[in-house]
């Protein structure tokens, strides 16, 4: 289960490379840091998941010192984010594209096999979170995109089981159903022949 210092470590490791990451072309990108013990792995260096943690991160309720860390670490991400507006945006639509694939292969994936993907949903949803983040970065609309988002959001919508949040609790405020709909349910294993 992910924590605030997990989310917080990320960030401040992400922030250690953003601006050289913001002057090449990979989506994915290393980090040399490592979580503490007992949290899962960093993910490699992408924008998505540098704004999926920044949106967990502001969900958190904070000791004062805490809130002064977060605080730091926003300003800092803020102040990125606009010193290279041109190449943040750029590097939002690339991570439409590639994000987009990814989410698409799984659904396919789930669709061919229900019962050996269903559980997976959990962690794949993470693709439509970051989706849903890069879009509001990306400083303009990506029609073709826009298109296939939108045909793979009804497919989920037709197999989605609604239910509640599936992420830790402590996130939640961050994730409004009426936008992030996808985070609250599940989906089905199928048949057990």
Do not use: C
């Amino acid at each position: 289960m992910k924590s605030f210092t997990y989310d917080l470590g990320y960030l401040q490791a992400g922030l250690e490379s953003l601006e050289a990451y913001m002057l090449v072309e990979e989506v994915f990108w290393p980090i040399n840091a490592s979580p503490a013990e007992g949290e899962p792995e960093y993910p490699r260096l992408t924008l998505g998941s540098m704004l999926l943690a920044e949106a967990r991160l502001k969900a958190y309720i904070l000791s004062q010192t805490q809130e002064a860390e977060r605080q730091r670490v926003l300003a800092e991400l803020e102040r990125v984010r606009g010193k290279w507006r041109v190449n943040w945006e750029k590097k939002a639509r690339h991570g439409i594209r590639v994000r987009l694939h990814m989410w698409a292969d799984y659904l396919e994936e789930y669709r061919s096999n229900p019962q050996d993907n269903a559980s997976r949903y959990r962690y794949e949803v993470r693709l439509r979170a970051m989706l849903e983040l890069l879009q509001s970065e990306s400083g303009e609309k990506q029609p073709v995109e826009g298109e296939l988002l939108t045909g793979l959001d009804r497919y989920l919508k037709g197999e989605l089981e609604s239910g509640d949040f599936i992420w830790e609790p402590e996130v939640r405020s961050s994730f409004p159903r009426e936008a992030y709909w996808y985070l609250y349910g599940k989906l089905p294993q199928g048949v057990v022949g």
